[in-house]
């Protein structure tokens, strides 16, 4: 599916006014142009399923278990840790299969 392209202004103040566009030869680097690209993935609508596979099984429960004591993918409650709590979640949200 193509969502298409957008060209925003970045609103610095209450009175922005539209867009100005400066060239990559400007001799203040702030106002060279920049591509950022932001990509993401598709939600399944289920946080307990890490792995985006559709279910809550094994797989899910070996990435909360590899990541535990860090931060980062597992840490369900956004504590800043992977836990008991995470894995309490991924287990009440348990399907199988898969």
């Known amino acids: 599916m193509n969502h298409g392209i957008a060209i925003l202004p970045e609103i610095i103040s209450g009175n922005d006014d539209g867009i100005s566009i400066w060239t990559s ?11 950022e690209v932001t990509y993401l993935p598709p939600d399944n609508g289920i946080p307990e399923d890490l792995n985006d596979d559709g279910v809550v099984n094994g797989q899910d429960l070996s990435i909360v278990l590899s990541n535990w004591g860090g931060s980062g993918l597992g ?9 008991g709590a995470d894995l309490t979640l991924v287990l009440a949200a348990w399907t199988g299969g898969g």
Request: hydrophobic share 25%; net charge negative.
């Open 25 to 35: 030869e400007n001799g203040n680097g702030l106002f060279r142009p920049r591509l």
């Open 75 to 83: 840490d369900l409650d956004g504590n800043g840790r992977v836990e």
